[in-house]
């Protein structure tokens, strides 16, 4: 009767294991999903120039493309850049040079930007 109620324990065990790496992986995927910087962000930046902007973002792993409408400009602009646990870099591409660092965390993001003209802050939140 020993070996049978070690054997059981041992199901038990592995079974509660197995759930638990199952439950782990899937709340594993969603967190990464919440975290995705895909979609529309609005915001407003100060400093050298000053206004604010619509972006939307298309991630793909850690590879971030899209485009940004800025209030003072005409058309959206191309953008690429990269996010690396909550450090965000990116810059235009194919217009005026603009490059932007900071930080994203949930529904908002933030950080320092930079053109040939001076720079500032910025800042910006989902749509």
Known sequence: MHK????????ALTTVAVVG???VGQLSTADAASRSLSG???GKYSGAYHGTFTLHWTQSGSQ????IKLSSAGG???LKGSV???SIKFGTVGGP???????ASGRSMSG????????GSWSAHRL
């Open 76 to 78: 959206p602009v191309g």
């Open 97 to 103: 040079a603009i490059t932007y660092s900071g930080s």
């Open 4 to 11: 049978r109620h070690s054997i059981r324990s041992v199901v």
């Open 21 to 23: 790496a199952v439950l």
């Open 40 to 42: 529309g962000w609005s």
């Open 84 to 86: 690396r646990g909550g």
């Open 112 to 119: 320092r930007y930079q053109t040939p003209g001076g720079g």
């Open 64 to 67: 971030l493309r899209g485009t």
